[in-house]
Every structure is written in C-alpha cells, then in structure tokens.
T-cell receptor
Framework: GAGVSQSPSNKVTEKGKDVELRCDPISGHTALYWYRQSLGQGLEFLIYFQGNSAPDKSGLPSDRFSAERTGGSVSTLTIQRTQQEDSAVYLC??????????FGSGTRLTVV | AQRVTQPEKLLSVFKGAPVELKCNYSYSGSPELFWYVQYSRQRLQLLLRHISRESIKGFTADLNKGETSFHLKKPFAQEEDSAMYYCALNTNAGKSTFGDGTTLTVKP
C-alpha cells in the first residue's frame, strides 16, 4: 500500500477485556515494529519482526502482550486482560533495510 | 546498552532565530542516527538520517562521534517548524531506540 495502515484508530475497552490492534505495512518492507507512546513519554519499543527470523520480543512489558505477523505482511498486536496502564498510543512502523521507519497513524487505546 | 538522550523536553524560539535540538547517544558500535518529526495531528515521520548528509526543510544534523552527539540545527526557524522532534539510534540489532522527544515551539 501507499503507507502503513493501522486499525482501529481509536479503541476504548473495559479493564480485563482483550484487544487486537492491526497493522498493514508497506508492501515490500521486510521489517515491522510495534512501539508504544504514552502521554508525555517517548517511544517504548515492544516487538520487531524481520523477514522470516524469530521476532525480537524483548520489549513486551508482560505476557499479556503478544504479536504475530502473518505471511510476512500484516501484523496483529494482542493485549489480553487489559489494564489501565495499557492506555497509550500504539504505533506500528515498517522499514526496508536501513532507510528509516515509516510510521502508521497509531491506535489510541483507552482502558476504562 | 544503547541510549538516546534529548535533554530538552521543551524548546521555544522566535521566528527567524537559530534553533538547535540536542541529541546525545551511547552506543559502543557504529551508530546510525535519525531525526523524526511529528507535527500536530499528523503521524510521526522521518526527517533526516545522518548517513544521507542531507538538508531537509532547512534542517541539518551532523554526527559527532567524539561527543556522541547528533544535534539538529536550523539557522532560521519558521512557525511551521513547531512540532515534536525525536532522535533515534539504530544499531546492528535492527531496531531503533528513541529519545523522549523535544517539543519545539516557534513564536511569531
């Protein structure tokens, strides 16, 4: 596609519910990243997919968080049993080699 | 471990004044550095990368390995430069570490 697409753009969920966030990267970009941006904070790395290699999950804050990337393209970030501290903007980005990231517009998650 | 520090959370200058957004990094290997910008109600986007040695929208940034810095500069700030700026360090691990960002306000 022309850019990185994320859905939904906004999600309000009740504490304890599961949520799925979707990212559709730029076609041909081999790397896909998830970051989290909390109010007034920088970007917190969550997970990184590169081609067919095992993902780098070192940034996932707890085992309630998981992500997969199907067919080397679309990725889904799942948060189980959401907590209020999970409220943030979840950003997806993709890249090709060392050209820098192209970001999506993010999913604003609010846990009430 | 790699780290990126942007010491100024907020920076305010007048239109036409020079502006410098500071970025320092720590990394023992050969770094790749980037600046990203997020204008109000827009998505985060790449501004420039050190390897390209380019000037984008009048901004330049020079990698100083001795001082481990990658400061972003513009000689004459414009109101449309008001935005949040992030410095990022890419290592051979493939993923970027971002600083906490600097909010630049250019006053008329």
């Amino acid at each position: 596609g022309a850019g990185v697409s994320q859905s939904p753009s906004n999600k309000v969920t009740e504490k304890g519910k599961d949520v799925e966030l979707r990212c559709d990267p730029i076609s041909g970009h081999t790397a896909l990243y998830w970051y989290r941006q909390s109010l007034g904070q920088g970007l917190e790395f969550l997970i990184y997919f590169q081609g067919n290699s095992a993902p780098d999950k070192s940034g996932l804050p707890s085992d309630r968080f998981s992500a997969e990337r199907t067919g080397g393209s679309v990725s889904t970030l799942t948060i189980q049993r959401t907590q209020q501290e999970d409220s943030a903007v979840y950003l997806c980005a993709s890249s090709f080699r060392d050209a820098g990231y192209t970001f999506g517009s993010g999913t604003r998650l609010t846990v009430v | 471990a790699q780290r990126v520090t942007q010491p100024e959370k907020l920076l305010s200058v007048f239109k036409g004044a020079p502006v410098e957004l500071k970025c320092n990094y720590s990394y023992s290997g050969s770094p790749e550095l980037f600046w990203y910008v997020q204008y109000s109600r827009q998505r985060l986007q790449l501004l420039l990368r050190h390897i390209s040695r380019e000037s984008i929208k009048g901004f330049t940034a020079d990698l100083n390995k001795g001082e481990t810095s990658f400061h972003l500069k513009k000689p004459f700030a414009q109101e449309e430069d008001s935005a949040m700026y992030y410095c990022a360090l890419n290592t051979n691990a493939g993923k970027s570490t971002f600083g906490d960002g600097t909010t630049l306000t250019v006053k008329p």
